[in-house]
């Protein structure tokens, strides 16, 4: 019978919009952000051209549950279906949003808005995907076993990326060229996120090294909304050696001023003794 009703329904509204009579128009459903921050607040944003017919009622819905009701010709004008997770801001919620605040994880999925005229009950909808987000509280960190290195050693290194939902994609960067990269290695979880590491085991050539330099990066990336990086200088015995006359001409002077001085104090006490 329900399905009939729909049926009938929707032949009415096609009729009425035919005949030139008020039609519900652009129904569009914007999330604010669609990208949200676990513990933060989104806003759901119901665009709709009424072309003049009075609202009946604007309803909205994670997946297929009913959680927040705008009728403006009932008092109160508003409902909220209790679904867990889902706290709805009543004050800054209206007819055209909804804002819902302390987001959690299990809020990613579908919402949808539905708008529905007086006249001849015409329905329009929109969904839109939002997705809940942990990111790291620190950037990577890389660990390295030994050092210095020379062509022909291996190089043996290990980054980790702080706990996150969804895991962080890792990867190795050796003087600015990409030398591995990982889809994503969970190692163990914590209060529903994941953290990430990826092992690298790289024989050494002449070509890894840049004027006999090596410098190590670890890039942690999230989709388009999350990048840092660890970066460390390797011990080479390739490295160019320091100039270290000048150092050594500051300490011959500093020990130069010191006998000096040591021959002033001892002239001093024999003249006055």
Known sequence: MTCILWIIQILTTLFLCHKDVWCLKNVILTLEPSVVQRYH??????????????????????????FYRYTPN???????????????DVNHSNSTQVVLRNVEFNLSGNFSCEVTTEEGFSTGY????ML?????EEPPTISVSSEPLDYGDVLRA????????????????????????SETIITKKSQEMLWSDLYLELPLS????NGGRLILRCEAQIADMYLEYA??????????????????DRGSRIVDLTLVQWIIIILTLLQNS
């Open 231 to 248: 970066e460390l200088r390797l011990d080479s015995v390739r490295d160019p050696v320091p100039e270290r006359v000048s150092a050594v």
């Open 206 to 209: 002449e070509v890894h090294f």
């Open 126 to 129: 929109d969904t839109k995907t």
């Open 158 to 181: 290990n980054c980790s990326s702080p706990p996150s939902r969804p895991p962080a994609t890792l990867k190795f960067i050796l003087n600015n060229r990409t030398v591995a990269k």
């Open 41 to 66: 607040y989104c806003t759901l944003i119901c665009n709709y051209d009424l072309e003049g017919a009075p609202l009946y009622t604007v309803k909205w819905y994670r997946g297929l549950h009913e």
């Open 132 to 136: 809940v987000v942990q990111l790291p």
């Open 74 to 88: 009932e008092y109160p004008n508003t409902k909220i279906f209790p679904i867990g997770g889902i706290t709805v």
